[in-house]
Every structure is written in C-alpha cells, then in structure tokens.
T-cell receptor, first 115, second 111 residues
C-alpha cells in the first residue's frame, strides 16, 4: 500500500532533452515537495507546493520547474538536462506547513541518468 | 536553520542496542528534533521526533538532553535491515516546512 508513488524508478534521457518525472500520493496531503539527491550526498529541497501555491528555493536553477494539476499529482520538469542534473529525485508529502512536528512521507525516488 | 552534528559512521552488532548521537547546540526553543533514515536505493523514512521529552515508538526511542543541546536515537535491537544513513534534523515549530538534511550517520550492522 504505497502512499507516495514515483514513476518511473529509473529514467534515462539525452543531454538537453526535456524530461518529466511524476509523483502521486494517496495520503491527501496538502504539501508536496521535490528533493534532489546527488550521489553520496544528502537530499536537497528544490521546491514545494502548498495546495496550489508554488514555493521555489532560492538556489534552485531555472531549468527545474514543477506542476501540480491536482492534490494527488505533482510533476518535476527539467527543461534542458545537463550532465550535472544526474541524480535521484525524491518526492515527499506532508499534511501541512508551519507545523514543525509533521513528518514528511517520501517516495522511493526516480534515478535520472543523462546520456 | 539550526545545524546538527553527527558522527560520519557507526558500527553495531546484530541484536545489540545502538545509540546514535546528535549535537544541536544552537537549537531554539521552538525547534523539533526529527530523525529520518535512508536505506540503500530508497527514499528517506521518518523514524521519530520530539520536542522536550523522551519519545518511544515502534521503531526507536529518542532521548533528549535536559538542555536540548543534544539527543540520541536508540535502536533497541539492531537488525541487518537497520543498516542505513540516519539523519538528525531540526524543524521549527512555526516555519518547519522543509527538511534540511546534513551528512547523517552511516550505520553498519554486522551479523
């Protein structure tokens, strides 16, 4: 009974070719997050949605964008992937914002490779 | 965000208790202490969190120092499946909408 589902688990794309990663949740949580985790590093937040409100981290490159068409789904779009964008991309959800005691629930990630 | 300091790695024997320390000397009064772990090839998994008092759940226990400047995650009987990177993270009670991961502790469990 997976609660945060990321598809596909592995994605290969070509240098400069747009790619979209998807995330769905069955928890009906208000907040959805996207993290980037490069090899042997800790996850780093790219942006999050609180309902339909998009919140970008200051150092997230413009190459990365996101869409949230409804509560259940969220997409990560990389417009022109470079070799440095090869990483694991993690989606997470939480019930609310401004509540430091709310845990986040993660999917198992999509590992993106760039040829 | 207040910072945390954890040992790079620790090793434990199977079936024995494991104590994973975390220092957070700049913690503020409204910061919750969260622990997550990440098994190989999986996303991070919530383990436990606390504010001032010690906490227990089915996965682990969290012991918080009286001055809140340090905490310890306790796995009561380590199994091979507990081998993972363990992250100690502070989250503000009011603005804690994101997780800022540090380097974490790599826990190795020996059979």
């Amino acid at each position: 009974d997976a609660m945060v589902i990321q598809n596909p688990r592995y994605q290969v794309t070509q240098f400069g070719k747009p790619v979209t990663l998807s995330c769905s949740q069955t928890l009906n949580h208000n907040v959805m997050y996207w993290y980037q985790q490069k090899s042997s590093q800790a996850p780093k937040l790219l942006f999050h949605y609180y309902d339909k409100d998009f919140n970008n981290e200051a150092d997230t490159p413009d190459n990365f964008q996101s869409r949230r068409p409804n509560t259940s789904f969220c997409f990560l779009d990389i417009r022109s992937p470079g070799l440095g964008d090869a990483a694991m991309y993690l989606c997470a959800t939480s019930r609310g914002i401004g509540q430091g005691n709310q845990p986040q629930h993660f999917g198992d990630g999509t590992r993106l490779s760039i040829l | 965000d207040a910072k945390t300091t954890q040992p790079n790695s620790m090793e434990s024997n199977e079936e024995e208790p494991v104590h994973l320390p975390c220092n957070h000397s700049t913690i503020s009064g409204t910061d919750y202490i969260h622990w997550y772990r990440q098994l190989p090839s999986q996303g991070p998994e919530y383990v436990i969190h606390g504010l001032t008092s010690n906490v227990n759940n089915r996965m682990a226990s969290l012991a918080i120092a009286e001055d809140r400047k340090s905490s310890t995650l306790i796995l009561h009987r380590a199994t091979l499946r507990d081998a993972a990177v363990y992250y100690c993270i502070l989250r503000d009670a009011e603005y804690g909408n994101k997780l800022v991961f540090g380097a974490g502790t790599i826990l190795r469990v020996k059979s």
